[in-house]
């Protein structure tokens, strides 16, 4: 298919949408309201908002918000909804802060409940799921009342492997979601083609390209610093627009002549690194660059002002003025943990990636319909098990790609189509796609792994 037709919109993949969901194939969510549970330092839940859950992100004939007093007083059957705050993986905790009354309908299989943290993607630990169960047990309500909803592959399979070892039958039911890529395509759906061309004449029109790279790098996290303090020390930073929120929050006091980090900070975690010491010497450096933020800003963390996403729309051209990006991931485990936002802001804005993430990630990103670079860049470390053998591959073939990057990106028909697929796949196919097809596939899901009588 030539590029006109594409751009025309003929020939698009088809997306083939789920079944239109009947009244009983639709989600009826209770956000659970706030409870001050003697042993709890915050309330459970937000009463008067249900922004950052799934179903905030879902077409509204998908779920039906409903009160908690209708589903405990028997006029609803649904599901209690209890919003997980990023950095909280206590199922039990927020298990035993539920009302009495929630309680009670779970314990008699008139509701069920869903515990979302698909804001987030921690990995399964053996010592959680044991407080899990050991709750269940003492409120006397089976597990499968429960769905978890994650951002980590792993999860349910680590779960399942746990639940086995523990000779269970009755286990919660683990399902991934993807709360921030979804909520980046959300954004990006503008819905029909003349966004789609007028992306694409920009892009063509190009004709020089004032740096080779674009690396965000906001929170200072310990392989982030790994990557930063590479770049230094291969003076390689001014080829790049890198942002970088700074380490000044790490620093506690100078001592003579050098500074002492705070112990558990990303500066300590970051020289537990194996590969820590082939970038040390250049954390002063890294410090004194302070916070490097483009684009605008929004919210803050601490004393600092936040960078906003850089989104689909034009008003941030760094994309149109590199040639490629690199991507530091949250972190870089040694099995399929999860994908982020972070890689998709890249493919689009027409720009190939080279990614530090979790082992096997490019699969991951294929499977929502983008095309990765293995024709012009050796993506086998995305295979590498070891993190840090992965940091070193995936570093090479960044020094290996970058020399030659703005000829590519400019002049390469081949890879320049596959900069239009992913862009296409970013404002069109993909939300398109969560619309119609995966968002109702999970309503499906919870519906069917707890039943409600």
């Not at 709360?179 to 959300?186: A, C, D, E, G, S």
């Not at 024709?375 to 073939?397: G, L, M, T, V």
Request: proline residues 4%; glycine residues 6%.
């Amino acid at each position: 298919m030539d590029a006109s037709a594409r751009r025309a919109g003929q020939g698009r993949p088809a997306v083939t949408p789920a079944a239109t969901s009947g009244e009983g194939d639709v989600l009826r969510v209770a956000l659970v309201p706030s409870t001050t549970a003697a042993d709890a330092k915050a309330p459970l839940g937000e009463p008067t908002s249900i922004q950052g859950c799934f179903c905030t992100l879902m077409a509204q004939t998908l779920y039906r918000r409903v009160s908690v007093d209708s589903i405990v007083g028997g006029q609803e059957r649904g599901f209690f909804l209890v919003r997980m705050n990023a950095g909280d993986n206590d199922l039990d905790t927020h298990l035993k802060q539920l009302p009495a009354d929630c309680l009670a309908s779970l314990r008699q299989g008139q509701a069920g409940v869903i515990f979302d943290h698909s804001g987030e993607g921690r990995p399964h630990r053996d010592e959680g799921s044991e407080r899990w169960h050991a709750t269940f047990r003492d409120l006397e309500i089976s597990p499968s009342r429960a769905v978890f909803l994650t951002q980590t592959r792993s999860y349910a399979s680590r779960y399942a492997d746990w639940c086995r070892r523990q000779g269970l039958t009755e286990q919660v039911s683990v399902l991934n979601y993807d709360y921030h890529i979804k909520k980046f395509f959300t954004k990006s759906w503008q819905g029909n083609d003349q966004h789609l061309s007028a992306r694409l004449q920009h892009f063509d029109a190009r004709r020089d390209i004032e740096k080779q790279f674009v690396c965000l790098s906001f929170k200072p996290r310990p392989w982030r610093i790994a990557l930063l303090t590479r770049i230094l020390k291969d003076e390689l930073w001014d080829d790049g627009f890198i942002s970088f929120g700074g380490l000044e929050q790490e620093r506690l006091t100078k001592f003579e002549d050098s500074y002492v980090w705070r112990s558990g900070g990303p500066v300590h975690h970051f020289r537990k690194l194996p590969i820590a010491k082939e970038s040390e010497q250049q954390i002063e450096a890294l410090a004194e660059k302070g916070q490097i933020l483009f684009d605008r800003f929004s919210g803050t963390i601490g004393n600092s002002k936040r960078v906003s996403d850089l989104v689909l729309d034009m008003h941030s051209d760094l994309y149109a003025r590199s040639a490629f990006s690199l991507i530091p991931e949250s972190e870089m485990n040694s099995f399929r943990h999860r994908i982020t936002e972070k890689p998709f802001k890249a493919l689009s804005n027409l720009h190939p990636i080279i990614l530090f993430g979790n082992f096997k990630s490019l699969p991951l990103i294929k499977r929502l319909g983008f095309k990765t670079f293995d024709r012009w860049i050796d993506e086998s470390y995305d295979e590498i098990k070891s993190p840090a053998e992965r940091f070193r591959a995936a570093y090479r073939e960044f020094r290996t790609f970058l020399p030659k990057a703005r000829q590519l990106v400019l002049e390469d028909g081949q890879l320049r189509d596959v900069l239009r697929h992913n862009l296409e796949n970013a404002l069109i196919t993909l939300p398109r796609h969560y619309e119609e097809t995966i968002d109702r596939k999970l309503c499906r899901k919870i519906l069917r792994a707890v039943p409600l009588g």
